[in-house]
């Protein structure tokens, strides 16, 4: 739909000068694809020169793969360098906006480069008086705004650890992930504005800190009316640090932890996925220098919350000279427009949603690029869904002409993405241009075998620096080794249905495991399973999502067998919505709930999720499963029947 770009304006992309700078040290390329054939073949050359290119912060030594085995890969086994260091090093002019905040709660706010440096260092200086130390981990139950960005690089300035939840998470969303990683330092809101509604988290935040027992001292911040009581005040705290302070930046090793992301919590508690200082600084250098174009002097809107990696990759855009914007609030408020409004008073650069809302803007016969000056606009990014091919048409009709749209998919796995477009190759509708530089993208059948032009699982057949260090507390890689390598011994599966074309383009089918892709943000069943096996009306329960091919939010369905001498009249209903939605999060409200006589098992207890969910979207029962490997396998028709009944 748009050709690749060439000559002098494939030249002036960050791609174009990393390929003629490949050039002068002797590697030309003449196709995208054949300088991703070589960053998949030489990884240590690969690597190595993304280091130099970039001119990293640290030392790299002489090394840069000493194992390539997966799971294990030792990257830059003798490198020492700190991410905070290349976010905040690579700025010649300290007057220059590097944050834009924008929130429902307050007034705009906005921050320069010298006054971010500087925000750095005394809440640097605040963690280490409160006793943080290298290793010790810091904790974020925060929105989308400057100060989060503030307390991030604060804490991998000194080596600790970070790890953040978003406010509109219930108590037990945060315990569940928090908990795990016996935080030393709480940093935290107690309310916030969503529209025109002010939600108060008090209760919430009190029962958050009851359960976190390691951590020694609260940092609140006042944010709009809200105040956190019995907890440092951030800005006093910040405000009381001397001006001698220097801002110092901790050497770490290359895989150091850096944050802990959290993956869905489908077999139990939400993963805690370890990412590091050095996978992390190269992998998103990549991103946005190479891939998403961003350049300095950009301006990055990514719509998120600090709870999904997509807030981590926004913050990295800094390392590339750009500064971000930074949203909090109801994105759709006061009107569907409300985030093109954004874009076009910021003067963003790169724009990164969802399919879901460009799908809701299309339905509503939007025409954005006539209603709004979105002439700074350069790129389009796309992820969380895949996007159809008719958004593409729209797209192109409504957008400046000149706007290049980047489809992408990748994960909290790895803090980025696998496949992606890039300047050099063109927008193919409804496809994927092509993999990621660096990312060994492949489809594999079941029986571990290449596929091309047909539906296969994506797989990773070589390593990369920003895979996980580790799942947190995961000492002998069970559940490392479960999640990824469980199929095709040494190659990371991915857990996507995808077909790779002959020209390397990839279309996303689905999930292929039982994660709940809602709106972008990966949900577990266990979640769900676990606050509602526990209330007394409820024996068991089976939770799907089906996604929608329109690029809509698709429906999440919970089926509940109730117990004895209940029944699944409204009010139960309602009750199991409220509950999820104080406890779990807005995003985990089912669309459908229904009751069904049992919960189909396989006869090692296992819940039929992916099973029912072919059955589902089509797929006749006896062909998925068969009646002697599971129990209640009669309750099945009970759900088919049920999915055509709204409750």
Not at 276 to 290: A, C, D, M, P, Y
């Amino acid at each position: 739909m748009r050709p690749a770009f060439t000559g002098a304006e494939l030249a002036a992309t960050g791609l174009g000068k990393y390929v003629a700078w490949l050039a002068d040290h002797g590697r030309r390329f003449d196709t995208y694809h054949d300088l991703w054939a070589w960053s998949v073949d030489d990884l240590e050359d690969f690597w190595a020169s993304l280091w130099d290119f970039y001119d990293v912060a640290g030392s790299r030594g002489n090394c840069v793969l000493a194992d390539r085995a997966m799971p294990g890969a030792s990257w830059f086994p003798t490198a020492r360098l700190n991410y905070a260091e290349s976010v905040l090093g690579g700025v010649d002019d300290p007057s220059r906006v590097a944050i834009v905040g924008r929130s429902q709660t307050r007034a705009p706010v906005e921050l320069t480069f010298g006054e971010l440096t500087d925000q750095v260092r005394r809440a640097r200086a605040a963690f280490q008086s409160l006793g943080v130390r290298k290793g010790d981990r810091v904790v974020g139950y925060l929105p989308n705004v400057p100060e989060a960005v503030v307390a991030m690089l604060a804490t991998a300035s000194l080596g600790a650890t970070w790890a953040c939840c978003p406010p509109e998470f219930g108590a037990k969303s945060v315990i569940d992930r928090l908990a795990q990683l016996e935080p030393t330092l709480l940093i935290a809101v107690s309310g916030y504005t969503y529209g025109t509604k002010e939600v108060d988290r008090t209760a919430e935040l009190q029962t958050i800190r009851a359960a976190l027992p390691t951590v020694r001292d609260v940092v609140g911040l006042t944010y709009g009316i809200h105040t956190v009581p019995d907890a440092h005040v951030w800005e006093w705290l910040l405000e009381e640090q001397s001006t001698e302070v220097p801002l110092e930046f901790e050497p770490v090793s290359f895989d150091h932890p850096l944050w802990t992301l959290f993956s869905s919590g489908t077999t139990g508690l939400p993963k805690a996925v370890v990412h590091s200082h050095g996978g992390i600084t190269l992998e998103h250098l990549k991103l946005h220098g190479l891939h998403l174009d961003t350049r300095d002097g950009d301006r990055v809107l990514l719509m998120t919350t600090t709870g999904w990696t997509v807030w981590n990759c926004l913050v990295s855009a800094l390392m590339v000279g750009a500064s971000i914007v930074v949203t909090d609030g109801n994105p759709l408020h006061p009107d569907l427009e409300e985030p093109w409004r954004t874009v076009a008073e910021t003067g963003v650069t790169l724009f990164g949603t969802s399919p879901g809302y460009l799908m809701a803007c299309r339905n509503e016969s939007m025409r954005p690029g006539d209603t709004f000056d979105l002439s700074a606009v350069r790129t389009l990014g796309v992820t969380g869904a895949v996007l159809p091919a008719e958004a593409y048409d729209w797209l192109y009709d409504v957008l400046p002409a000149d706007v290049y749209l980047n489809s992408m998919s990748g994960g909290t796995d790895i803090c980025s993405n696998f496949v992606s477009g890039n300047p050099w190759v063109p927008v193919y509708r409804g496809e994927l241009s092509a993999p990621t530089l660096g990312a060994d993208v492949a489809a594999f059948d079941d029986d571990g075998n290449e596929v091309t032009d047909q539906v296969g699982e994506l797989v990773i057949r070589a390593p990369m620096p920003s895979m996980p260090v580790a799942f947190w507390n995961d000492n002998d890689m069970e559940r490392y080794l479960a999640a990824y390598f469980d199929i095709y011994p040494g190659i990371w599966r991915h857990g996507d249905w995808v077909t790779v074309s002959d020209r390397q383009s990839v279309v996303i089918q689905g999930r292929s495991d039982a994660t709940l892709n809602r709106g972008g943000v990966r949900i577990g069943t266990a979640e769900f399973y676990n606050l509602i096996e526990a209330l007394p009306e409820v024996e068991d329960s089976l939770v799907v999502h089906l996604e929608d091919l329109t690029g809509g939010p698709g429906e999440l369905m919970l089926f509940v067998q109730l117990a004895e001498g209940h029944e699944m009249d409204a009010d139960t209903v309602k009750a199991l919505k409220t509950i999820i939605r104080r406890e779990l999060s807005p995003r985990h409200v089912p669309d459908l709930v229904a009751a069904v006589p049992a919960v189909p098992r396989t006869l090692t207890g296992k819940k039929l999720e992916t099973p029912i969910k072919k059955i589902l979207a089509g797929a006749p029962p006896e062909r998925v499963v068969s009646p002697g490997s599971v129990t209640n396998y009669d309750a099945i028709e009970a759900y088919r029947i049920a999915a055509l009944k709204t409750v």
